[in-house]
């Protein structure tokens, strides 16, 4: 199973950015799905999370409001619209597959990760 994230980059305080996550080899469309960042001396922390049919989602305290998570089942994606971006969003974002069907913010709770997309804000 991969999962590769794409649509990270540069950006300005106060923009947006739009991830997307393919998964191959295994459809997800059984499974949660999963967004996660982590930035340099941190540890990886949960950003949001979408139930197997898309009908729940879940968001750190951090970006409610601001991130929309969404999936596409006939597309095996998984995707995070990130607005109004602030210096403290910029990490590296992985994608993540639960191994059941709801999502919470546990990392214990993914089985498959991608290698992840760099998010940078500047002030």
């Known amino acids: 199973v991969q999962l590769q994230a794409s649509g990270g980059g540069v950006v300005q305080a106060g923009d947006s950015l739009r991830l997307s996550c393919a998964v191959s080899?295994?459809?997800?469309?059984?499974?949660?799905m999963g967004w996660f960042r982590q930035s340099p001396g941190k540890e990886r922390e949960f950003v949001a999370g979408?139930?197997?049919?898309?009908?729940?989602?879940n968001y750190a305290d951090s970006v409610k409001g601001r991130f929309t998570i969404s999936r596409d089942n006939a597309k095996n994606t998984v995707s995070l619209q990130m607005n109004n971006l602030k210096p403290e969003d910029s990490a590296v974002y992985y994608c993540?597959?639960?191994?059941?069907?709801?999502?919470?913010?546990?990392?214990?709770?993914?089985?498959?990760w991608g290698r992840g997309t760099q998010v940078t804000v500047s002030s």
């Open positions: 993540a597959v639960g191994l059941r069907p709801y999502s919470d913010s546990d990392t214990g709770s993914y089985r498959y």
């Open positions: 080899g295994r459809t997800a469309s059984n499974n949660a």
């Open positions: 979408i139930s197997w049919r898309g009908s729940r989602t």
